[in-house]
């Protein structure tokens, strides 16, 4: 596992840095990926959205391609690929929702 990073305008705090290792350690050897998804949920939460920078730090602390991060993070509505407020709506537009009146909501 590598921590550095080559930008050092994006590492975790120190406290989530010892979060991000205690992730990381629940994964055998070989299947540190598997702690993506929380890894950038700590990310997330420190920087308020998933930036590029940020995707690049995730990817080397994992010694994964930054692109396999980028896919995980595009592919998901819950990381923010940029910045948003502090108080996000987001609005279902899945065929369950639409069967259930989603799209005649007043929220448009």
Known sequence: MT???NNPSVQFTPERLAKAKEIIARYPEGKQKSALLPLLHVLQEQEGW???E???YVARMLDIQPI???EVASFYTMYHLN???KHVIEYCRTGPC???GAKKSTLT
């Open 3 to 5: 921590t550095e990073t």
């Open 50 to 52: 998933t930036s590029p």
């Open 54 to 56: 940020g995707m690049d």
């Open 68 to 70: 396999e991060v980028y």
């Open 83 to 85: 910045p948003v407020g």
């Open 98 to 100: 639409c069967l259930m």
